[in-house]
C-alpha cells in the first residue's frame, strides 16, 4: 500500500516551500531502497531507480514489513499473501534494475506492527553496512499527517539506521565495517528540495508496479484492464505535475539530505 497513491490530488509544492534547489544527482555506484511494503519502493523511488540502473547503478531493496494485511479480502490467507508478495517485490525489482538488480532484502516484520524501535533500526544499519550503498531511499518519516504508522516507522529507521551504520561504535556486535552513504532521499517528502528528471522511465516504473498483481485491487483501484490503464495514466499525471516546475516532462522529487 502506499502513503501518496498518484491518483490522489496533492500540491506539486507544499506551501511554503522553496523551489527545489537541486536535480539529477550523478549515478551512484549502489543504491538501497528502504520500503515499509512491498511496492512502496516502485510507488516512490521507481522512475528514479530505473534510471540510475539503465546507467550501471546497482540497486538493492529492503521492504521492512510482509505486506501479509495488503488486501481488502477479509478472508484472505496472510501467510500465502506475504509469500505472494516477496516474490512481486522480486520481479519488480528485477524489472526496474535488469542486471543491475542487486539484492532484495526483507525484515519481516509484520505489515502494520513495523517499529522503529533499536532493535530494528540495529537490523537495518546491518544491512546498509553489508551492502555499503553509496545512496539511500526511503520514506520521508516526517511528512505531516500521514497516518499509515509503518511508512512513519520506515522512514525513521531508514534515518536513523544512516547514523548507527555510519558510526563505529554503532553496533559494535555487528562484527562488520562501518559505512557512511554520500546521501539520502526521502520521498513522499513533506519539502521536497531535489527532482530527479524520470521523463524516459515512466513505463518501467509502471511495468515494475504492475509486477504487485495482488494490489491491483486496494492499492491501484484497478480491478480491471481499463482500471489498470486509468491507473498508470494517473502515475503519468502525477509525474508529469511534478515535473512541471523544473521543465522535465516527469519527475520523482524529493527531500535530499547529503551530509550523512
Ligand atoms: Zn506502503
Same mark, same amino acid.
Given at each position: 500500500?502506499?502513503?501518496?497513491?498518484?491518483?490522489?490530488?496533492?500540491?506539486?509544492?507544499?506551501?511554503?516551500?522553496?523551489?527545489?534547489?537541486?536535480?539529477?544527482?550523478?549515478?551512484?555506484?549502489?543504491?538501497?531502497?528502504?520500503?515499509?511494503?512491498?511496492?512502496?519502493?516502485?510507488?516512490?523511488?521507481?522512475?528514479?531507480?530505473?534510471?540510475?540502473?539503465?546507467?550501471?547503478?546497482?540497486?538493492?531493496?529492503?521492504?521492512?514489513?510482509?505486506?501479509?494485511?495488503?488486501?481488502?479480502?477479509?478472508?484472505?490467507?496472510?501467510?500465502?499473501?506475504?509469500?505472494?508478495?516477496?516474490?512481486?517485490?522480486?520481479?519488480?525489482?528485477?524489472?526496474?534494475?535488469?542486471?543491475?538488480?542487486?539484492?532484495? *532484502?526483507?525484515?519481516?516484520?509484520? %505489515?502494520?506492527?513495523?517499529?522503529?524501535? &533499536? /532493535?530494528?533500526? @540495529?537490523? =537495518? #544499519?546491518?544491512?546498509?553496512?553489508?551492502?555499503?550503498?553509496?545512496?539511500?531511499?526511503?520514506?520521508?518519516?516526517?511528512? *505531516?499527517?500521514?497516518?499509515?504508522? %509503518?511508512?512513519?516507522?520506515?522512514?525513521? &529507521? /531508514?534515518?536513523? @539506521?544512516? =547514523? #548507527?551504520?555510519?558510526?563505529?561504535?554503532?553496533?559494535?556486535?555487528?562484527?562488520?565495517?562501518?559505512?557512511?552513504?554520500?546521501?539520502?532521499?526521502?520521498?513522499?517528502?513533506?519539502?521536497?528540495?531535489?527532482?530527479?528528471?524520470?521523463?524516459?522511465? =515512466?513505463?518501467?516504473?509502471?511495468?515494475?508496479?504492475?509486477?504487485?498483481?495482488?494490489?491491483?485491487?486496494?492499492?491501484?483501484?484497478?480491478?480491471?484492464?481499463?482500471?489498470?490503464?486509468?491507473?498508470?495514466?494517473?502515475?503519468?499525471?502525477?509525474?508529469?505535475?511534478?515535473?512541471?516546475?523544473?521543465?522535465?516532462?516527469?519527475?520523482?522529487?524529493?527531500?535530499?539530505?547529503?551530509?550523512?
Amino acid at each position: 500500500m502506499a502513503a501518496n497513491e498518484p491518483g490522489q490530488p496533492a500540491p506539486v509544492m507544499p506551501a511554503g516551500t522553496a523551489t527545489p534547489a537541486t536535480s539529477d544527482l550523478d549515478t551512484p555506484t549502489s543504491a538501497l531502497a528502504i520500503g515499509a511494503h512491498p511496492d512502496d519502493v516502485e510507488f516512490g523511488c521507481g522512475g528514479l531507480l530505473a534510471k540510475w540502473a539503465a546507467d550501471g547503478c546497482i540497486v538493492h531493496h529492503l521492504v521492512c514489513t510482509d505486506g501479509s494485511k495488503g488486501t481488502w479480502d477479509p478472508d484472505a490467507d496472510g501467510v500465502a499473501l506475504a509469500a505472494r508478495r516477496q516474490d512481486e517485490q522480486r520481479v519488480a525489482a528485477r524489472r526496474l534494475a535488469g542486471d543491475r538488480s542487486g539484492e532484495v *532484502r526483507f525484515l519481516g516484520r509484520v %505489515d502494520g506492527e513495523l517499529e522503529s524501535d &533499536l /532493535a530494528t533500526r @540495529g537490523e =537495518v #544499519a546491518r544491512v546498509i553496512r553489508e551492502l555499503r550503498p553509496q545512496v539511500v531511499l526511503g520514506h520521508d518519516p516526517w511528512k *505531516r499527517y500521514r497516518l499509515h504508522p %509503518d511508512h512513519r516507522h520506515a522512514g525513521l &529507521l /531508514a534515518c536513523d @539506521g544512516i =547514523v #548507527a551504520a555510519r558510526d563505529p561504535h554503532f553496533f559494535k556486535d555487528h562484527g562488520i565495517a562501518h559505512h557512511r552513504p554520500d546521501a539520502l532521499l526521502l520521498w513522499e517528502a513533506d519539502q521536497p528540495d531535489h527532482a530527479e528528471d524520470v521523463t524516459a522511465f =515512466v513505463d518501467v516504473k509502471l511495468w515494475a508496479l504492475a509486477a504487485h498483481v495482488s494490489q491491483f485491487e486496494s492499492t491501484m483501484k484497478a480491478a480491471d484492464d481499463d482500471q489498470l490503464a486509468a491507473f498508470g495514466q494517473r502515475v503519468r499525471n502525477r509525474l508529469g505535475d511534478l515535473g512541471r516546475p523544473f521543465d522535465m516532462d516527469a519527475a520523482e522529487v524529493f527531500k535530499l539530505i547529503a551530509d550523512l
